[in-house]
């Protein structure tokens, strides 16, 4: 097997085309997260892989979930020459609005294999999410 220098020229060739560039900028300091709601409950998934649970923080207000953390660099006993690094380091955040009202006093959180899971209850989960309004 023969290497091939790597040339970061090359990669602006297929800028144009490679649509994967925003979502690469957005997984810098933004877990990627999947919201889904059934009928009685909000659940909220984010991939925080690499990070110690205790420095995750999750918040709940009028109808918004916050999650921050802190990402941090194990420091190397032997200084090492990076030939490559791509692993963000520092600060995150997120925040979205919820798509129905939560009982943010009976959420609960787990964290397994890097994947935090938020359930936050329904506040009316027998509310209808819209009425129709007629035109007199």
């Not at 984010?46 to 999750?58: L, R, S, T």
């Not at 994947?115 to 129709?132: A, C, E, F, W």
């Amino acid at each position: 097997m023969s290497l091939i220098r790597w040339n970061p020229s090359d990669e602006w060739l297929t800028f144009p085309f490679d649509f994967r560039i925003p979502s690469l900028i957005q997984g810098f300091n933004r877990p990627r997260m999947d919201v889904s709601e059934n009928e009685k409950e909000v659940i909220a998934t984010a991939e925080v892989p690499g990070i110690d649970k205790n420095n995750i923080e999750i918040n709940i207000q009028d109808n918004i979930l916050e999650i921050k953390g802190q990402t941090t660099k194990q420091e190397e006993k032997n200084q090492q020459n990076y030939y490559m690094s791509e692993r963000y380091y520092g600060a995150f955040s997120r925040r979205i609005v919820l798509p129905a009202e939560v009982d943010a006093d009976k959420a609960t959180a787990t964290f397994e294999n890097g994947v935090l899971t938020i359930r936050m209850p329904k506040v009316h989960p027998d509310r209808p999410k819209g009425k129709r309004i007629p035109i007199q």
